[in-house]
Nanobody, 126 residues
Framework: QVQLEQSGGGLVQAGGSLRLSCAASGRTFSSYVMGWFRQAPGKEREFVACISCGLGRTYYADSVKGRFTISRDNAKNTVYLQVNSLKPEDTAVYYC???????????????????WGQGTQVTVSS
């Protein structure tokens, strides 16, 4: 069992930056695929980024490439999402997620993850 505790988020002007954090319980954090998703009002939860999700790689949604960076600190059992050059369309509740690595998954679907953080609101004003 993994518990994920999120922090960060808030209100920021367009062009601004934030860092989202997700701290995990458990001693096997380094073996988990970690992902970030977001959900805007009235929309489905969408993939943002994942790390260690295949051959040790990171993947990003096209909409955030070059602006967002996912990273992890296994010594701290924490995954981060640095969000830069924020746009109003980035406004959403952001969720971190975790699961063990399994073949034939690309970890870009919410269904690929078993454990979820509580979510944190990011609001970007124009």
């Amino acid at each position: 069992q993994v518990q994920l505790e999120q922090s960060g988020g808030g209100l920021v002007q367009a062009g601004g930056s934030l860092r989202l954090s997700c701290a995990a319980s458990g001693r096997t954090f380094s073996s988990y695929v970690m992902g970030w998703f977001r959900q805007a009002p009235g929309k489905e939860r969408e993939f943002v980024a994942c790390i260690s999700c295949g051959l040790g790689r990171t993947y990003y949604a096209d909409s955030v490439k070059g602006r967002f960076t996912i990273s992890r600190d296994n010594a701290k059992n924490t995954v981060y999402l640095q969000v830069n050059s924020l746009k109003p369309e980035d406004t959403a509740v952001y969720y971190c997620a975790a699961d063990v690595f399994k073949l034939y998954r690309n970890y870009k679907s919410p269904n690929d993850y078993e454990f979820w953080g509580q979510g944190t609101q990011v609001t970007v004003s124009s």
